[in-house]
């Protein structure tokens, strides 16, 4: 009879650097497969490695690190992507020869309650400290608790006071485990691309002088106030170019403007304010903000500022990508025009996507569904 193989990944999902994978094969055929798969630098086998025993090689090409942590146990630590943990998981599962297989997710943390595990789940998501440290409130009953009073609340008024303002934080939950997305949009030539570096501190994106060289988009993330962003370059958006190649970057661009929660408009100040950029300007959409970078000041030598009746509309910065002028106030505006307001320390977030669209649905005809039986799914 065939031996029996359990694969459980026992480092959490998501992003991390290393994951580790547990296998139990029972005896008598499976713990040879193990051999098959993985190549020991130094040539000692999985199946015959001493308990304890930390085996580097390789599994399919890639790095790995074998331990043999009992009689029938191993832990194989990989690339911490699901790619790597899945293909390696999959392949014991179906390839070894076994009677049958169980795979489980069994990190130390794991609950069985649907909203811990969801929140759980965007925890897990987090890049910063502080996104964490407010979802981490969620997850230790924040969010509970107001799910509960919720369900209890007898007065539809009150019902719907708490909803909105539960919901009204809806974006900026959403945004706690994905950036904000910045579009860097302007003129060829205007310094995108040397802003983008400039701010973010090193060369990231192509920089030359000759109109239309960013064909593709470059995105670089940082963290501005302990909120995550995304900064992407963009090809300049023209109607017209001549230039294919170029044009595919225009058309990502465009793309790119149309989710994008706020986009910077690069104004070369040596050509002053044009229609090309009062153009573009109209091209972002009005889900988004705008700022204007009215770059290059260096050269100005006092040449014209940028009009006034603009000022009076939109943010405008005065910029150098070459003496690092505005670059400050670009990146202490960013944040705080993106996170105008934060929630207080206890109060709970609509942090799980799906059940902020079940509220929100509520919400907009509470006659419809019973609110009880949608908190009844969470509770
Ligand atoms: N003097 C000066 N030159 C700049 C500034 N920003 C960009 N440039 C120059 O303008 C040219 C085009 O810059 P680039 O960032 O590639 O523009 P993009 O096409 O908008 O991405 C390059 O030669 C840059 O060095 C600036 O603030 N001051
Ligand atoms: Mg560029």
């Known amino acids: 009879m065939n031996g029996e193989v359990k694969v459980a990944r026992l480092t959490a999902s998501g992003r991390g650097a290393v994951a580790v994978i547990r296998a139990n094969m029972t005896p008598p055929a499976t713990a040879e497969y193990l051999d098959s798969c993985f190549r020991a630098a130094n040539g000692i086998r999985p199946s015959q490695a001493t308990i304890g025993r930390i085996l580097y090689g390789m599994w399919d090409g890639e790095d790995v690190v074998v331990v043999r942590v009992g009689d029938d ?36 943390n794991a609950t069985e309650e649907r909203l811990e595990r969801a929140v759980l789940n965007q925890l897990l998501k987090c890049r910063t400290s502080r996104t964490a440290s407010l979802l981490l409130a969620q997850y230790t009953g924040g969010l509970r608790r107001f799910l509960t009073l919720l369900s209890a609340q007898e007065d539809p008024q009150t019902t719907a006071a708490m909803l909105n303002e539960f919901l009204r934080w809806h974006s900026f939950a959403a945004h706690l485990t994905q950036p904000w997305r910045v579009a860097v949009i302007g003129q060829p030539n205007a310094g995108k691309s040397s802003l983008l570096n400039a701010i973010i501190g090193y060369e990231r994106s192509i920089v030359f002088d000759q109109p239309g060289t960013t064909r593709d988009l470059v995105e670089a993330e940082l963290i501005l106030d302990g909120w995550p962003f995304v900064l992407v370059d963009t090809a300049g958006i023209r109607d017209r170019t001549s230039n294919d190649i170029e044009a595919i970057g225009v058309k990502s661009a465009r793309k790119s403007v149309a989710s994008c929660d706020v986009c910077l408009l690069v104004v070369d100040s040596q050509s002053g304010w044009t229609n090309a950029d009062a153009e573009l300007l ?64 206890e109060e709970a977030l609509p942090v799980v996507d799906t059940l902020a669209s079940e509220l929100t649905k509520y919400a907009a005809s509470p006659s419809g569904v019973s609110l009880r039986n949608i908190l009844a799914g969470w509770l």
């Open 73 to 108: 146990d191993w832990e194989i630590h990989c690339h911490g992507g699901d790619a790597a943990v899945q293909r390696i998981s999959r392949q014991l599962m179906d390839d070894a020869p076994s009677s049958g297989s169980t795979v489980s997710e069994c990190h130390e």
């Open 282 to 345: 109209d091209t972002v959409p009005a889900t988004c903000q705008s700022g204007i970078l009215w770059n290059k000041t260096d050269l100005l030598h006092g040449k014209p500022a940028p009009p006034s009746d603009m000022t009076a509309v939109t943010r405008v910065i005065e910029t150098s990508a070459i003496d690092g002028i505005g670059i400050e106030d670009v990146i202490t505006w960013l944040p705080a025009a993106m996170v105008p307001a934060t929630p207080e320390a």
